[in-house]
């Protein structure tokens, strides 16, 4: 998805209620205004497109919730009679104009920080995620490599750090993956193999993101470990306590957490 399809449009109208009850909105108040305008039930109704009934049914609805009367019938005579707003239905039309250029302007307000809103409803959809997978990343598809039957996908990620991927070509249009777009990657822990040392060492894996033991949780067989990483990110890994142990991990010491393309899930915000 590029930026400006991820460009969030903000929209809103306002609804009044009395007691807890619906007295009306946009649509009501213009039958209202259409009233002032015309005198006439009939050509009011015509003019904003509502049924005859439909606008008696709104007028006594409103008439009732509002406790005293917004529309009166006028008698017949040399004019005619007709259909006329109370001092009271006039000043709601007058205050709920208002209301509607202050809500307006509200709302203008919001949309020129629609690309922060943007980001953050799709940062929430991905956290509302459930999945096995430790390690969730956010991120933006900065590189699409294609090949005849699998692509190599790289994600830029927090702290300025990358995740390259392998899926099949089908998956890649599946997703709708494009340069720009927003996506995520998802790696099991057990998919993660902890490196100490050098490291410029040469490696079969295509991802190393390297970073600080944060913490460690040893158990009988296996040890969790994670690693934060440049940014704020964190990557978890699960490793023999024999490893551990190999590897003298402390919390605080360099480390780097390496894992294949082939091992990483390439997913998109709903």
């Not at 099991?188 to 295509?206: F, M, V």
Request: glycine fraction near 10%; charged fraction near 20%.
């Amino acid at each position: 998805m590029s930026s400006e399809e991820r460009q969030l449009e903000l929209q809103g109208e306002v609804w009044m209620t009395m007691g807890g009850q619906h007295l009306g909105g946009p649509d009501r108040v213009a039958l209202l205004a259409a009233i002032a305008e015309h005198g006439s039930i009939t050509k009011a109704a015509k003019a904003i497109k509502m049924s005859y009934k439909a606008a008696w049914d709104a007028i006594d609805a409103m008439n009732n919730l509002a406790g005293e009367p917004l529309v009166e019938r006028l008698a017949g005579g040399k004019g005619g009679g007709g259909t006329h707003l109370t001092k009271r239905g006039a000043q709601l039309v007058e205050n709920f104009r208002q209301i509607e250029r202050e809500h307006r302007l509200f709302i203008e307000h919001l949309s020129r920080q629609s690309h922060a809103l943007a980001d953050d409803f799709l940062l929430l959809q991905t956290m509302r995620m459930k999945t096995s997978a430790r390690n969730q990343f956010a991120g933006t598809v900065s590189v699409i490599k294609r090949g005849a039957v699998n692509d190599e996908i790289t994600l830029d990620i927090v702290g300025g750090q990358k995740i390259i991927a392998i899926i099949t070509r089908d998956s890649t249009d599946s997703l709708g993956l494009v340069e720009g777009c927003a996506a995520f990657a998802l790696i099991k822990a057990s998919s993660i193999i902890i490196a100490t040392g050098d490291s410029e060492a040469k490696l079969s894996a295509r991802n190393r993101l390297c970073g600080t033991v944060s913490r460690l949780q040893t158990g009988a067989v296996n040890s969790d470990v994670s690693i934060a990483l440049p940014g704020g990110g964190t990557i978890a890994a699960t490793v023999t306590r024999d490893s551990e142990e190999l590897l003298a991990l402390e919390v605080g010491m360099p480390a780097s957490a390496l894992f294949k393309a082939s091992a990483v899930i390439i997913g998109v915000p709903g």
